[in-house]
């Protein structure tokens, strides 16, 4: 009953911003750790960005300094703010999280469909 929705990617031009959100719905009791992965054409998929429930971040090199994850918990929300954008960064991005759907429950995984962001020249 778990689902993942990502929303707000689309094209953008270099140096451009962007934000992703995904929102998580259905039974959940706890959400550990939430973040982004992406895949462009003709490559594996990627690690980007994660955020724990105590609000620690990591970020993959070629994003630092450029993308910021963020969460609302109440809304059950992880976000990815990316700033300037390159078109090396035009991918679909998939949102990923940890979720328990009740106390007595164990975590597991949960993907999202995916969004596609495109960086333009």
């Known amino acids: 009953q778990v689902r993942l929705v990502e929303s707000g990617g689309g094209l953008v031009q270099a140096g451009g911003s962007l934000r992703l959100s995904c929102a998580a719905s259905g039974t959940i009791f706890s959400i550990s750790t939430m973040g982004w992965y992406r895949q462009a054409p003709g490559k594996q998929r990627e690690f980007v960005a994660v955020?724990?429930?105590?609000?620690?971040?990591n970020y993959t090199d070629s994003v630092k300094g450029r993308f910021t994850v963020s969460r609302d918990n109440a809304k059950k929300t992880v976000y990815l703010q990316m700033n300037s954008l390159k078109p090396e960064d035009t991918a679909v991005y998939y949102c990923?999280?940890?979720?328990?759907?009740?106390?007595?429950?164990?975590?597991?995984?949960?993907w999202g469909q995916g969004t596609q962001v495109t960086v333009s020249s």
């Open positions: 990923n999280a940890y979720i328990r759907m009740e106390v007595r429950s164990t975590f597991r995984d949960y």
């Open positions: 955020i724990t429930s105590g609000g620690s971040t």
